[in-house]
């Protein structure tokens, strides 16, 4: 198999097991409408785990997402965090691939590019390099932090250059579910590892 075929066959099956996740998360969304109170107590459970992380406690800013659908729920976190005095970013993604960032106050977002929730407001200055963590969506990752995304690379671009955080670099953290840690995952060159992982019933760093 030469290295075309090797990348065409990694693609499909990211993009197969990307189909099945998005399912199942499209039947949690579905559930969420119907019981807002699950929604809730899941977002109290991984904003627990969450803030279990020592991290958390010096961090000053934080750049984050405001969840869609099925995702895991992440509004509790960042109203956590903005108690503590910490800056909390949103990301506004743009049609040339990359993302900008808005501050998130509390206030009530509205639907942005691709229907993400977004903020109002003046862009930050500077970039990632300035944040403490950085929160990444994820549908599927490896205790070793492989991480897939949704496969439109935005944040391994936004990543990509940033020092890894055990050179000083932020955090990068993966929000998902129990079922959603996998053994091995098909990965590439320009995939963009986790530094830790967060489910609503555990929180560990990626095994390195």
Not at 40 to 48: G, T
Not at 101 to 121: Q, S
């Amino acid at each position: 198999m030469n290295l075309d075929q090797m990348v065409a066959q990694m693609t499909a099956s990211k993009s197969e097991l990307r189909m099945k996740i998005a399912a199942k998360r499209t039947a949690i969304g579905q559930r969420f409408k119907n019981s807002p109170q699950d929604a809730q107590d899941l977002a109290n459970m991984i904003a627990h785990r969450f803030l279990s992380l020592p991290e958390t406690k010096s961090m000053t800013k934080v750049a984050a997402y405001a969840n869609v659908g099925g995702e895991p729920p992440t509004d509790v976190i960042r109203r956590e965090l903005r108690k503590t005095k910490c800056e909390v970013w949103l990301p506004l993604a743009e049609t040339t691939g990359e993302l900008r960032w808005l501050p998130d106050n509390g206030d009530e977002l509205t639907p942005g590019p691709m229907g993400i929730p977004t903020p109002r407001g003046e862009f930050v200055k500077g970039g990632l390099e300035q944040v403490d963590a950085v929160l990444v969506p994820a549908l599927a990752v490896t205790r070793s932090g492989v991480r897939l995304g949704r496969g439109a690379g935005y944040y391994d671009r936004a990543l990509a250059g940033l020092a890894r955080f055990s050179e000083g670099g932020p955090m990068r953290i993966a929000l998902v579910y129990d079922d959603e840690i996998f053994d091995a995952l098909p990965a590439e060159m320009h995939d963009e590892r986790v530094d830790a992982i967060v489910t609503p019933r555990m929180m560990f760093m990626a095994e390195a």
